[in-house]
């Protein structure tokens, strides 16, 4: 059974809150300059995202379907996607795509029924049932969750990546044996390549934004990620955050042949899920979490800076507590950079909520990773500042988000550096990055980068990167 939501408690908190490759120009070696304005080639739009006013419902036959709206929504999204997958299977593999044998809504706090050989009593998911070649969600409580916290369009990614299972098998790109990430991991790519049609106006059902209404649909992945420090080799693995918004942006920007592409050895290149070491210890904030005001923290954090950026030459910024006045820059929080003094200030209240991760029952910022890669960002403007670059340009926001990702990318475990990433932490980039107010992708003045697709785009062209050369050539000014 290959079910959407591997651990539904994240579920709970849901009320608080491409491609990583450039692209070579043929015939010139010179790498293409991504466009602040577009989403993988998409102008960014701010318009509705949900179901199209005025279209005739699909009408597909649903066994226990109490007629409800979001049953409707759910119909709707599996003709949609299921008609795309008819068109784009022949014209990209050669083969044909047949419907799956059956719909099946039920309620997971009412009777309980069998399904897929399993009781649906208290099961909270949505599925593909290899053996049966069937489609099953629950309408009782994981449906209205959905639409309630992120949008109908939310129910609509769901099944778009269960059907993305269908298309697997009908493929021939895994079998039974083939490991559980690496089958979660192509279906939200072939969910992202379905959702690219929509954008393009191509649904005749549903419609989305590539602003808001792909922030929404990336935020689902976020929370119905795994829990940090879960095993990428577990038998319900479906990836972190970063990782599921990751390949949803490659089956978005590339298409269906890039998500056939990923198997076992390609995770296993690219996949950031790990879990905990003996060192990630709780400090009171959640294992792996650091007090970000603690002057012992954010001195490892100006060491491991300072490395990032050293062979760029420019000079480093001094980092100082309080808020103080810039002539040449708007303030920032909870870190802002001056240009004429060269100095990053920090407001220590608000880095310390931010860095404060929600718990249960608590009000929370995202983690301390956010935070310190917000401060990390204010240093990545420094270096471009001292290399002759714009520092309030459209597109600097993109080259931040580039740079900070790079400096991500020399903290990982295996360079042993003063501070180290620990499980959870791109995730809380992630969120960070889907915020309206992101930092990370901000120019010197606060202003982000229009959308968050962009965003985290930019910064996993940093992460994946060996240094800051793929940032200039693609996002510099």
């Not at 990583?20 to 602040?36: F, L």
């Not at 920090?346 to 931010?354: E, K, Q, S």
């Not at 932490?425 to 992630?430: G, P, S, T």
Request: hydrophobic share 40%; with cysteine.
């Amino acid at each position: 059974m290959s079910g959407w939501i591997p651990k539904l408690a994240a579920l709970a908190a849901i009320a608080a809150l491409t491609s990583g490759c450039a692209q070579v120009v043929a015939g010139t070696g010179a790498v293409e300059r991504s466009d602040p304005g577009q989403v993988a080639g998409l102008a960014v739009t701010t318009g509705d995202s949900g179901p199209r006013p005025g279209a005739t419902d699909a009408g597909l036959p649903v066994v226990g379907t109490d007629g409800s709206a979001v049953d409707k929504i759910a119909e709707n999204a599996v003709a949609d996607v299921q008609s795309f997958w008819q068109k784009e299977l022949p014209a990209d593999f050669g083969k044909d795509f047949a419907p799956v044998k059956q719909l099946v809504s039920y309620d997971s706090n009412g009777p309980a029924r069998k399904v897929c050989n399993s009781s649906t009593a208290g099961l909270v998911n949505a599925f593909y049932c290899a053996a049966d070649d069937d489609i099953a969600w629950d309408r009782g409580q994981l449906l209205p969750q959905l639409d309630d916290s992120f949008g109908p369009m939310a129910i609509v990614a769901v099944l778009a990546h269960e059907l993305g299972h269908a298309v697997q098998f009908r493929l021939g790109s895994v079998t039974q044996a083939t490991p559980t990430i690496v089958k979660e991991q192509q279906a939200d790519c072939f969910a992202g390549t379905f959702i690219r049609s929509v954008a393009e106006g191509s649904s005749p059902h549903f419609q989305v934004s590539t602003g808001p209404g792909l922030n929404q649909i990336m935020a689902t992945l976020f929370f119905v990620r795994d829990s940090a420090g879960s095993s990428a080799q577990a038998s319900s693995a479906h990836g972190d955050a970063f990782d599921r918004v990751t390949a949803f942006q490659l089956g978005f920007a590339d298409g269906a042949k890039r998500c056939a592409q990923i198997d076992a050895h390609e995770v296993q290149g690219r996949i950031t899920e790990q879990q905990f070491s003996p060192d990630d210890v709780d400090r009171g904030l959640g294992k792996g979490n650091l007090r970000v005001t603690d002057q012992s923290a954010l001195r490892d954090l100006q060491t491991t800076l300072r490395s990032a950026f050293d062979q760029t030459g420019a000079q480093p910024p001094t980092i100082v507590a309080g808020q103080r006045a810039c002539p040449d820059a708007k303030p920032t929080s909870p870190a802002a950079y001056c240009p004429s003094t060269n100095q990053i200030t920090l407001d220590t209240t608000n880095l310390a909520r931010i860095g404060t991760p929600p718990q249960q029952g608590t009000k929370g910022g995202i983690g301390d990773f956010a935070a310190f890669a917000e401060i990390a960002s204010r240093f990545a403007l420094a270096v471009e500042h001292a290399t002759g670059h714009a520092v309030d340009r459209a597109s600097t926001g993109q080259l931040t988000a580039c740079l900070t990702g790079m400096w991500a990318g020399t903290i990982t475990p295996a360079h042993q550096g003063a501070l180290q990433l620990s499980p959870g932490d791109l995730d809380e980039a992630v969120a960070e990055m889907l915020n309206g107010s992101s930092l990370i992708a901000a120019d010197v003045n606060g202003a982000a980068v229009p959308s968050g697709f962009t965003r985290v785009e930019a910064f996993r062209d940093g992460f994946t990167s060996t240094g800051p050369a793929i940032c200039v050539s693609k996002y510099g000014a």
